[in-house]
């Protein structure tokens, strides 16, 4: 039972609950097993990755280490975070990842595929990366190409309470982003399109046009 526990933070497929000052049971909505996502946190995490500790897994739900911090996104909305330090972050985060060794058995590099500042949380021991639902293997600049894409949707919808510095990020990420965000825009708009379940491109072509500089 959840009613009785604290509602720490909703994002779009997940509720968040605190269990005490150091774990969180992240309740998913509709993902029925998290196995897979909590062993390849688990690997990232020993091989020196800042990912929050994973403690137990039940179906959908994982209960694993709180962490204590706004994320990169509030950081950027309430001005604690500035746009340039939040892009070395993020740009920095997906260095690291796509250097890190493959999954044993794994071909290619390890992806998040939702790598944005939604999903990065500042603590004090530095930015730790969250929401690995979609992480898996592939080729480096997909995810880079991902993380441009989510920020220039964000940047396009007045909706967002962050869309004004969101585009500032972009084009500072874009300009310091690791390898090529632009090869592999396609399969990212394809992918982005599989996770928010859109019928065509339509939500996605704003974005896809202020990345390539059209406004
Ligand atoms: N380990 C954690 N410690 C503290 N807060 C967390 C933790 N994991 C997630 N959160 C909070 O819950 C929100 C939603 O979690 P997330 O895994 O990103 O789910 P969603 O798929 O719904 O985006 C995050 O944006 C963050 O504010
Ligand atoms: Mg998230």
């Known amino acids: 039972m959840t009613s009785d526990l604290e509602l720490l933070a909703s994002g779009n497929e997940a509720d ?8 969180v049971l992240r309740r998913h909505r509709w993902m029925d097993d998290v196995s897979g996502e909590a062993e ?19 179906g959908g739900d994982m209960e694993m280490e709180r962490l204590h911090g706004p994320t990169m996104a509030q950081g950027l909305i309430s001005g604690e975070v500035s746009v340039a330090e939040g892009v070395t972050m993020l740009t920095g985060l997906l260095r690291r990842l796509h250097a890190l060794p493959p999954l044993p058995g794994g071909t290619g590099r390890i992806l998040h595929l939702d790598l944005h500042p939604e ?84 939500a996605l072509e704003p974005a896809v046009r202020r990345m390539r500089g059209v406004r």
Request: glycine share 6%; hydrophobic share 50%; proline share 6%.
């Open 119 to 202: 999903n990065v949380v500042v603590t004090e021991r530095g930015p730790v990366v969250i929401d690995w639902v979609n992480a898996r293997d592939g080729e480096p600049d997909l995810d880079v190409a991902l993380s441009a894409l989510i920020m220039a949707m964000v940047a396009t919808d007045d909706g967002y309470e962050w869309a004004a510095p969101a585009g500032e990020f972009v084009d500072a990420f874009l300009a310091a982003a690791p390898g090529d965000p632009f090869r592999r825009l396609d399969e990212a708009m394809a992918v982005r399109r599989r996770q928010l379940r859109l019928d065509d491109d339509t």
């Open 16 to 23: 968040v609950y605190a269990l005490n000052d150091c774990r």
């Open 40 to 58: 390849l946190m688990a690997y990232v995490g020993s091989v020196g990755y800042p990912v929050p500790e994973v403690f137990a897994v039940h």
